[in-house]
């Protein structure tokens, strides 16, 4: 357990009394946005839009590190709208984790790249765009 998620496990239990949630990765996604919004020191959503597509890295995560990446099977265009972080693949056994992996974000990126490759050329992405 990094120190980050140690520290929000203890003050889940400080106020709830017990710990009984057994996932956090719901919250890579606020971390990325604090730090996108400490890089540029601005609460313009384009700034901070524009400063999340160029991609943030080294984002302290409960499992981890982050950094984010580019999508080419999602977007022909050079915007990371993704992101890789360190993994730890438990199981587990008794109401306790049992460790089974763990890897680091350049892992994640390979594993990335191969379930997702990048489009042929002219290919269509299957996400719908924004409007």
């Not at 160029?54 to 580019?70: K, N, R, W």
Request: proline share 11%; net charge negative; aromatic share 8%.
């Amino acid at each position: 357990m990094t120190p980050l998620a140690a520290e929000m496990k203890n003050a889940h239990v400080a106020k709830y009394g017990e710990w009984d949630y057994a996932d956090y990765m719901t919250t890579p996604c606020i971390w990325t946005l604090m730090a996108a919004l400490q890089q540029v020191e601005d609460t313009d959503v384009q700034v901070v839009a524009d400063a999340m597509h160029e991609g943030i890295s080294g984002v302290f995560v409960p499992d981890g590190t982050l950094t984010m990446i580019t999508r080419p099977d999602m977007n022909p265009l050079p915007y990371c709208v993704d992101a890789v972080m360190d993994n730890s693949l438990k199981q587990i056994k008794n109401k306790q984790p049992v460790l089974l992996v763990h890897f680091g974000a350049d892992q994640s990126l390979l594993y990335e790249r191969r379930a997702y490759p990048p489009l042929p050329p002219g290919a269509t992405p299957t996400i719908v765009p924004p409007l």
